[in-house]
Nanobody
Framework: QVQLVESGGGLVQPGGSLRLSCAAS????????MGWYRQAPGKQRELVAF???????NYADSVKGRFTISRDNAKNTVYLQMNSLKPEDTAVYYC?????????????WGQGTQVTVSS
């Protein structure tokens, strides 16, 4: 059973930064694409960013220029660097993995980590 464990969430003021980490229980290279989703209260879960094995990345329009996804295959860890955070970024952030991350059907999910942007 593959486990994805997120960390790094918390409370931050608008304009601040956070870095989320997602540690996998096996090689993320074997998992293939990795991504971050988020779900705000009363809203549907949305794909925030993903990164392929080849290092290609893609971002939701709402986070382009502010968030950066990266992966460290040696550490089996994926990161989401979030800068210039806004109150509308408040959500539970989920790490996800698998070929179908891009289509919203990843094979694996983490348990989620809360990010709250508030003054």
């Amino acid at each position: 059973q593959v486990q994805l464990v997120e960390s790094g969430g918390g409370l931050v003021q608008p304009g601040g930064s956070l870095r989320l980490s997602c540690a996998a229980s096996l090689s993320i290279f074997s998992i293939n694409a990795m991504g971050w989703y988020r779900q705000a209260p009363g809203k549907q879960r949305e794909l925030v960013a993903f990164i392929t094995n080849g290092g290609s990345t893609n971002y939701a329009d709402s986070v382009k220029g502010r968030f950066t996804i990266s992966r460290d295959n040696a550490k089996n860890t994926v990161y989401l660097q979030m800068n210039s955070l806004k109150p509308e970024d408040t959500a539970v952030y989920y790490c996800a993995g698998g070929v179908r991350v891009i289509t919203g059907q990843p094979s694996y999910w983490g348990q989620g980590t809360q990010v709250t942007v508030s003054s």
